[in-house]
């Protein structure tokens, strides 16, 4: 497995123990507390993040299935263009500038699932996520391409996309920690 790929199966496992950590001894009511009424509560940034990547995987299995059948394998490494090295930065955190949710990834409202269920979810997501990045082995994650679930017109480089959700993972538990931090 190149390093690019090894790379993101390590962050993955990092973001599944920030989130085990970050909801470690937090009762419902916690979890569910906003800081504000138009800001979301940790349980609202872990289910963003779950019902995001689940939209997502879907369009991971069309481009690396079509990488497999077109024949498209390199070794790396890989480089991307502006356009998605932007994206990737707009998503790290902390962030620059606030960003509306698109419906397709807007969260339940607090409370509509219980941490007992909402982080195995999470993990389990996490794991498909890092199933994905193991079928991609091998082919080139610059030519092919992943087709948002949002648009068809946004398209990134498979590689780009992994490094775009991996960011947007960072993004949204550096959220939920600064919520957790104001819990009194």
């Known amino acids: ?17 920030d989130a085990r950590a970050l909801v470690a001894g937090l009762s419902e009511e916690q979890a569910n507390r906003r800081p504000a009424p138009d800001k979301w509560c940790i349980a ?12 997502t995987l879907p369009a ?18 890989f480089r991307y263009g502006w356009f998605s090295r932007w994206m990737i930065a707009s998503m790290e955190p902390p962030p620059k500038r606030r960003m509306r949710t698109f419906k397709i990834f807007v969260p339940p409202p607090p409370g509509a699932q219980p941490l007992a269920t909402l982080l195995p979810e999470f993990l389990k997501v996490r794991d498909e996520l890092a199933e994905r990045v193991r079928q991609a082995d091998g082919l080139d994650l610059g030519s092919n391409r992943v087709v948002s679930p949002v648009t068809p017109l946004l398209r990134m480089p498979l590689g780009a996309y ?13 959220q939920a920690w600064r919520v957790r931090e104001g819990l009194h």
Do not use: S
């Not at 609202?44 to 939209?55: F, I, M, S, T, W």
């Not at 481009?63 to 070794?75: Q, S």
């Not at 992994?162 to 550096?174: D, G, N, S, T």
């Open 1 to 17: 497995m190149n390093a690019e790929l090894q790379g993101y199966l390590t962050e993955i496992e990092k973001v599944k123990a």
């Open 162 to 174: 992994f490094a775009f959700v991996m960011a947007h993972e960072r993004r949204h538990l550096w």
């Open 44 to 55: 609202e940034c872990l289910a963003h993040l779950n019902v995001a990547d689940a939209k």
């Open 60 to 77: 991971f299995d069309r481009a690396i299935r079509a990488g497999r059948t077109k024949g498209r394998t390199a070794a790396g490494p």
